[in-house]
């Protein structure tokens, strides 16, 4: 049986022939701006009635709705893809500035639009979401209400936007393109090579810790020569948001990002709770890895160090081979979905420089296809990562006949479904060990990911809630950052470590996304939360694979406390479910410390 090779390059001329320079591009972009001027001037001329009848025309804009963010989702999804295959896409960059604008002006288009929605009675309201055309959008739109009635007018959410194109996004750019020209040297076998951040990340997985350690003091450095410009763009940043949020009267930074990821406060507190009582056997392990590395205490290059002697290699067509083979055990559609992404040449995997550092999934609606972008090295860590870009990928293609309005997941359940995909693997890794060597060192790299979900997220949480707290009180220097971060990273990891990155506040791109505050705490809500669904998925095999697209269908269309009680049966607000997840996180240190004692 002939193997088909996939292709390491993904394939965008699909959508756009010409990269940047497309004219069919250009035109998209023409054609976006006029959906958005037309919803805009419709909205603008509807004349909300408190009555029933309105229902037409809410119908009419909820389709144009629809149609322009299509348009927009489509070309952003595009020029995300062309800024990350190339940092120094300049053209790219010029198209990025074009539909930030066009976003603002949509958004200022719906808070007119929401705000509108604010003006029916409760009972009128009701009324119009039991009608067939508008009852399986009731969540969606009920909640735009709701936040609607808890901002400022629209001609002040609207001034907020248009401010936020230059006040705002344009840091979160500038973010980009200062990290787009930093440069890592790098000596190996008597060669210097110069590396993106990308690339340089990849050096932290190497066998020899002499490369690591030498890598890690030139990324301190790299991140230090830009810390003023960063820590000039993180403080503008926060800022810009923290007085968007005092004219609205939000006192606490977390009621947006708690409301975007649909959450409530208890079922965070209970969360970081249970984590937080349960660092011991974590930090057991770190110390058990520090005595196989043979080192007193890890440093923070030593994290994602193999504690094999030799680096494990596995080719790009072999890890894909490993994914669909496993993702076959869970159920076919998902195996089906990954097998069109590889074949169909959805996935940017090649190692190369220029790229940007990093992975992600971005979905491309008006093409109903996906694109994966991540730079494969060949080590065990890229196939997670390639595992959990697909299963960001499985999560939109499991909702693609949904409303549009209803595929809008949250960053938390959007977390859930990748970090599924990578459990299958992991797992998949470890059973299929050869060896009790072999074994170990799997475990260790499943391990890894519970040491990052529960130690390094939590940090960042740490870190990003205290800066808050005192950015409220002025501009928090570079020292300060370096200081707070060290601080949150010496808790999180209880003390474990010798040498932390102090810096890694200026290396993190999830500290400038605009679009999401707080992009930290969803990553290990997912983790758990899959952890629970992958037990489920184990006790009732393939047959479960229907129920989990239910409840992938459900994400964007209740509170996760509500798809937690349906799909699962359990509550997210007490420690119960919380702690049944992180004490499978524990089976696995307890395994890898029985197969190392003595080593």
Known sequence: MTTKTYSTVWDLDVFFNGGSSSEAFAEHLKIT???????????????????ISDKSALIRLIDRFQAATKKLREAGAFVSCLQAQNTGDKKASEHRAAITQLSASFQTALTEFDEKLTSYDSSIWE?????????????????RRQTAAEKLSKEEESLINALGVDGYHSWGQFYDLVVGKIKIPSHENGEETILSVGQAANKFSSPDREVRKDMF???????????????????????????????????????????????????????????????????????RKAKLLGVEKLSWYDLDAPINKT???????????????????????????????????????????????????????????SRIFMTYSGTPSNISTLAHELGHGFHTYAMRDLHLLNRNYAMNVAETASTLAEMIVADASVKSAQSEEEKIALLEDKIQRTVALLMNIHARFLFETRFYSERKNGSVSTERLNHLMEEAQKEAYGHALEE?????????????????????????????????????????????????????????SM?????AQKHLNVDLTRHEFWEKAVQLCIDDIEEFLALTEGK
């Open 559 to 563: 509170k996760v406390e509500e798809l």
């Open 311 to 369: 680096e494990s290699k596995v080719s790009y067509q072999e890890g894909a081979e490993f994914i669909l083979e496993n993702f076959s055990k869970f159920g076919e559609e998902m195996t089906s979905f990954a097998k069109m992404a590889f074949e169909d040449k959805w996935i940017e995997a090649e190692d190369r420089p220029g790229k940007s550092p990093g992975g992600f999934h971005t979905y491309f609606p008006e093409s109903s296809q």
């Open 127 to 143: 009324d119009m979401l039991k009608s067939e055309e508008l009852s399986e959008l009731a969540f969606v739109l009920t909640e």
């Open 500 to 556: 932390y990155h102090p810096s890694f506040w200026a290396s993190k791109l999830h500290f400038y996304i605009t679009g999401v505050p707080f992009y930290n705490f969803p990553y290990t809500f997912g983790y758990l939360f899959s952890l629970g669904i992958y037990a489920r998925a184990i006790e009732e095999g393939k047959d479960y694979e229907q129920k989990y697209i239910a409840l992938l269908k459900d994400t964007a």
């Open 217 to 287: 003091e030139k990324w301190e450095n790299a991140w230090k020569e830009q810390s003023e410009y960063l820590s000039r763009v993180i403080n503008h940043l926060s800022g810009f948001r923290l007085n968007v949020y005092k004219q609205r009267g939000w006192d606490d930074v977390l009621k947006e990002p708690l409301a975007i990821n649909r959450m409530s406060q208890e079922t965070l507190d209970a969360m970081w709770d249970v984590i937080s009582k349960n660092k011991q056997p974590l930090v057991q392990f770190l110390n």
């Open 33 to 51: 701006e006029e959906e958005i001027k037309d919803f805009t001037l419709q909205v603008h001329k509807w004349e909300t009635t408190n009555s």
